[in-house]
C-alpha cells in the first residue's frame, strides 16, 4: 500500500467566532423585542367553594354581600343581581354594581369594611369574562385623578356552581 505524502503540511481549519458572535447577538436582539410584558394580574383574595356547602359556627357579623349572575343558553349574561336586586345586564350593570358596593362600603378606606366579604353566584354555563368583570367592579375602582386602584373589597368567594338542569 501506498501512501500519498505531500509536502505540505495540512492547513488548520479554526472556526470564525465573528459571524457566530453576530447571529447570537441577532437572536438577542429578536428575542428581546418580540418579548410582551405582561401586566401583573390583581391579587384577590379569593376563596373557591369547598365540596359540600360547611355551616360554621363563627358567622361574621357584617352582613355577606352576594352577587348573583344568570346567563343565557349562549352564556352571555342575562341579568346581574345585588343582593337580589336587579341590576340589568351589559357593562352599565357592573358600573351600577360598582356604585352600589361603593354605596354599602360608605368609606372605602375605612378598617371596618375589611372583613366585608362578597359572594359571587354564576350560573354554570356563563363565560368566565362576565365574573372577571364583577370581580374587577367588586373589588375596587381605578381614581382617575390618581391613577391609584381605590380597593373596596378584599375578600371574594364563589358560591358552589350551579349546574344546568337536566332537561332544561
Known amino acids: 500500500m501506498k501512501f500519498r505524502h505531500s509536502n505540505k503540511k495540512a492547513e488548520k481549519i479554526e472556526p470564525q467566532m465573528a459571524p457566530m458572535i453576530d ?9 428581546m423585542l418580540t418579548l410582551k410584558i405582561i ?3 390583581g391579587d384577590f383574595n379569593i376563596n373557591m367553594p369547598i ?14 354581600i352576594k352577587v348573583r349572575m344568570v346567563a343565557t343558553p349562549d352564556g352571555d349574561l342575562a341579568s346581574l ?3 337580589r336586586r336587579k341590576l340589568g345586564n351589559g357593562p352599565e350593570a357592573f358600573e ?6 361603593l354605596r354599602i362600603l360608605g368609606n372605602p378606606n375605612d378598617p371596618a369594611n375589611a372583613d366585608i366579604e362578597v359572594e359571587l353566584d354564576a350560573d354554570y354555563n ?19 385623578s390618581s391613577g391609584q386602584v ?14 344546568p338542569e337536566a332537561g332544561g
Open 81 to 83: 343581581e345585588l343582593n
Open 96 to 101: 351600577r354594581l360598582n356604585g352600589e358596593i
Open 150 to 163: 381605590v380597593s373596596y373589597v378584599e375578600k371574594i368567594k364563589f358560591a358552589p356552581p350551579r349546574r
Open 126 to 144: 356563563l363565560n368566565y369574562r362576565y365574573t372577571v368583570e364583577a370581580i374587577s367592579a367588586v373589588r375596587g375602582r381605578l381614581d382617575p
Open 23 to 31: 447571529v447570537v447577538f441577532q437572536l438577542l436582539i429578536f428575542f
Open 51 to 64: 365540596g359540600q356547602s360547611q355551616e360554621s359556627a363563627s358567622e361574621p357579623l357584617l352582613p355577606d
Open 39 to 41: 401586566e401583573p394580574e
